[in-house]
Structures are given as C-alpha cells and as structure tokens.
C-alpha cells in the first residue's frame, strides 16, 4: 500500500507475506495508516480552546509551541521540588505527569523519557502494552 512521498521517495507499507503468523497481513495500526495520512479531514495546524470557550480557533504554530512552552515552564516551576521530606536533594517537579502513546516506536520513547527526565518529570507511564 502506498502511503505517499516523502522527499521525493514513494513511502508504502507492507508486511512479509513469508511471516508465519500475519502471512503479510498487516495490523490494524498499519492498515488504517493510508486513511489516516491521505484524509480530507486531517488536521494540518493546531487548533486551540480557550478554558472555558465553546469554539475552537486556527492558530499558528510559533503561537501554540511558545503558549505550550510557557504553561509547561510556568507549572514546572510552581511545582518544583528540590528536597525531600528527609532533606535529600530530588530536583523533580510533582505537578506534571506524561502518558506516551502507543503509536511511538522505540526511538521516539526513548527521546520522550529524556525530555521529560530532564525538566525533572518522575510520573510517567506509557501505554505500549494495548
């Protein structure tokens, strides 16, 4: 299945037809991949909810990733803790936790884990095992 291009190159998705479990086929992730890359319905630029607002709004991406960037400094840093009750120097801030998602590979995890790791997140669970 033909997926699209990327740089020029034909991106597709196919699966071993000599495996002796899936005989080629593909897995409900793969299999829907082309739907969800190929649809008129995809989103192209983030949108954005005011709290408490009803509507949605196009903005651009400078807005969201520095909107984004300045909740998750400020949140850090109001949840910041630097002892523990023992006195222990733990730098970690409680007031924020991830759930990665199973869509990511093994790359992505890992890079995932050290961002977090280092704005001193310790609650983190991922859900790879769906």
Same mark, same amino acid.
């Given at each position: 299945?033909?997926?699209?291009? +990327?740089?020029?190159?034909?991106?597709?998705?196919?699966?071993? $037809?000599?495996? $002796?479990?899936?005989?080629?086929?593909? #897995?409900?992730?793969?299999?829907?991949?082309?739907?969800?890359? +190929?649809?008129?319905?995809?989103?192209?630029?983030?949108?954005?909810?005011?709290?408490?607002?009803?509507? *949605?709004?196009?903005?651009? *991406?400078? *807005?969201?990733?520095?909107?984004?960037?300045?909740?998750?400094? @400020?949140?850090?840093?109001?949840?910041?803790?630097?002892?523990?009750?023992?006195?222990? @120097?733990? #730098? @970690?801030?409680?007031?924020?936790? #991830?759930?990665?998602?199973?869509?990511?590979?093994?790359?992505? #995890?890992?890079?995932?884990? +050290?961002?977090?790791?280092?704005?001193?997140?310790?609650?983190?669970?991922?859900?790879?095992?769906?």
């Amino acid at each position: 299945m033909i997926v699209g291009t +990327k740089n020029g190159k034909v991106v597709n998705i196919e699966g071993d $037809p000599e495996h $002796p479990i899936n005989r080629g086929a593909l #897995c409900s992730k793969g299999s829907t991949l082309e739907q969800m890359v +190929k649809s008129e319905r995809r989103l192209t630029k983030p949108m954005y909810r005011a709290p408490g607002g009803k509507k *949605w709004r196009e903005v651009e *991406w400078d *807005w969201a990733l520095d909107t984004i960037a300045k909740r998750v400094k @400020r949140t850090r840093d109001t949840g910041w803790v630097e002892t523990d009750a023992m006195g222990r @120097r733990v #730098c @970690r801030t409680e007031d924020i936790a #991830c759930v990665g998602s199973a869509a990511l590979d093994n790359e992505e #995890c890992s890079l995932l884990v +050290k961002a977090l790791r280092s704005m001193g997140l310790v609650y983190m669970e991922h859900q790879a095992r769906i």
